[in-house]
């Protein structure tokens, strides 16, 4: 398994080592790590898969974050920019119980009739984004705002191995 398949450009974009070739690169293009910044270089050899590679003897102190929180970090940011710019729904999916409540009064008992999953489209509220700003006294990783009503939400990036489907999409017919 490779550690490193994304790195920042010197422009800040995030380039997925799969998509780069040995002709396409010029000796002055640079490539950092997402988590701090270190130097890395493309491994784009025949026998081992493609990869980017830290520098050695880099003597750079790491953030104490890691390369998937980063990672989230960014691919977060990058989409919900794209959404913002033209105009596609950033969807935040989430699931609701309903309950029958018919027997309530007699029974004092309401029941599960159903889960339904709901969406909100985060785009439609919210129309604007920053990462790691201070607002007050805390930095969140991902802060929403809404320009006109002052209100924003944060966004925290956790890295954990229970989740098993994304709960955002940017696809409308979802």
């Known amino acids: 398994m490779i550690k490193y398949r994304y790195a920042l450009d010197k422009e800040g974009n995030l380039i997925d080592i799969i998509d780069l070739?040995?002709?396409e690169l010029k000796k002055d293009d640079k490539f950092f790590g997402l988590d701090f910044g270190q130097v890395l270089i493309p491994r784009l050899g025949k026998i081992k898969r493609k990869h980017f590679a830290q520098k050695p003897n880099s003597e750079i102190i790491g953030s104490?974050?890691?390369y998937l929180h980063a990672l989230g970090k960014k691919v977060f940011y990058?989409?919900?920019?794209?959404?913002?710019?033209?105009?596609?729904?950033?969807?935040?999916k989430y699931k609701t119980e309903i309950y029958c409540d018919r027997l309530k009064q007699e029974y004092k008992i309401k029941c599960l009739q159903k889960i339904e999953e709901k969406k909100f489209d985060l785009t439609k509220y919210f129309n604007e984004i920053r990462i790691e700003k201070k607002d007050g006294k805390f930095i969140p990783d991902i802060m929403l705002s809404n320009s006109q009503r002052g209100e924003k939400i944060y966004i925290e990036i956790a890295v954990t191995h229970c989740c098993k489907l994304p709960i955002f999409s940017t696809d409308s017919t979802d």
Do not use: M, Q, S
């Open 78 to 92: 990058d989409d919900y920019v794209k959404c913002l710019k033209n105009n596609i729904p950033y969807y935040f």
């Open 21 to 23: 070739d040995r002709i």
């Open 64 to 66: 104490g974050e890691t």
